[in-house]
């Protein structure tokens, strides 16, 4: 995978923008600890300026049910109760973030975990009731990118877990597609930014039994046409929806695949255009 970071490294600053990478991972990544380790490897090399966000959905179900606590999910997001956003944040902000960030000092990335209350990074406001109560779900109202350049510009490497607050105390529960797809909008205006989404699959696949039917470039008109073929279902259609949200709001590119994407020499993933 290339950035075009290092061609642009001499130009004065304003003249053209950065390349800057937002790569996200899904549970499925970060349960496999030979993936993680293998995704983590490959994000470390990664040049120039670059955020990682993670996932961990079924993690948090897991522990739950250890606890004794029912999950629900509704349209793929999780009704967040009281009980619900102890466990994530402990999930999300704890273990598996700082696991990570671990992992990426060992690995000589020097990265920082952050939730979204973290510096502010990320303001949100709890979804309003309408046929459903979410519970404590946060729809993003912003990010901070004063601060979150202010930590690439001194070499470090945020790593964002699925947290948001709201300004009064309170810790959010939002989706971490959103937050990857949020965070480059954010950063569009100083950065060229790519936004990479990994998971399990190579792409989106025209045949969700074939690994290799990878549907190597979708543009809007393609989007329209598997959708009405119902090609795109369950997970795939938020994320979707959050790739062309982000490319409509000054992201540069989209990309969709499995952890091998990050690889320079990557070939088989989904470019998404407008
Ligand atoms: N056409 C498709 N190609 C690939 N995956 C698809 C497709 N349609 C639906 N999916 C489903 O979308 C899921 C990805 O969404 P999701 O589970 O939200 O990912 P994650 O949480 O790992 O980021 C895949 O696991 C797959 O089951
Ligand atoms: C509101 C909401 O649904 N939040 C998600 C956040 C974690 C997430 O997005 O994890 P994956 O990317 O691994 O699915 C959840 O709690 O499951």
């Given at each position: 995978m290339k950035t075009n970071s290092t061609e642009n490294n001499n130009l004065p600053y304003g003249e053209k923008k950065r390349g800057l990478s937002v790569v996200k991972i899904g549970g499925n990544v970060i349960e496999d600890s030979v993936a993680l380790d293998k995704f983590l490897t490959l994000f470390s090399k990664i040049?120039?300026?670059?955020?990682?966000?993670?996932?961990?959905?079924?993690?948090?179900?897991?522990?739950?049910?250890?606890?004794?606590?029912?999950?629900?999910?509704?349209?793929?997001?999780?009704?967040?109760?009281?009980?619900s956003i102890d466990i994530i944040t402990m999930v999300y902000g704890g273990l598996t973030n700082k696991t990570i960030v671990a992992k990426l000092q060992a690995k000589s990335c020097n990265a920082i975990g952050l939730s979204g209350a973290d510096g502010d990074a990320i303001q949100a406001h709890k979804r309003p009731v309408k046929e459903i109560d979410y519970g404590f779900v946060g729809d993003i109202d912003g990010i901070n990118s004063e601060l979150i350049n202010s930590l690439l510009k001194?070499?470090?490497?945020?790593?964002?877990?699925?947290?948001?607050?709201?300004?009064?105390?309170?810790?959010?529960?939002?989706?971490?597609?959103?937050?990857?797809?949020e965070i480059a909008i954010g950063m569009g205006e100083k950065y060229e930014t790519t936004l990479y989404y990994c998971f399990e699959k190579k792409g989106v696949l025209l045949n969700i039994?074939?690994?290799?039917?990878?549907?190597?470039?979708?543009n809007t008109a393609k989007y329209k046409e598997l959708l009405d073929q119902k090609i795109i279902a369950d997970g795939m259609l938020p994320k979707l929806e959050n790739c062309y949200h982000a490319l409509h709001h000054n992201v540069h590119k989209v990309c969709l695949g499995d952890l091998e994407m990050i690889h320079e020499d990557a070939q088989l993933f989904t470019t998404i255009t407008l």
């Open positions: 040049e120039g300026p670059k955020i990682l966000v993670h996932g961990g959905g079924k993690l948090a179900t897991q522990l739950a049910n250890k606890l004794g606590i029912a999950s629900q999910l509704v349209n793929g997001r999780r009704i967040t109760d009281g009980e001194i070499g470090l490497t945020p790593v964002f877990c699925a947290l948001s607050h709201d300004g009064n105390g309170q810790i959010l529960n939002t989706n971490a597609d959103t937050i990857a797809s039994n074939d690994e290799n039917s990878v549907v190597t470039h979708i």
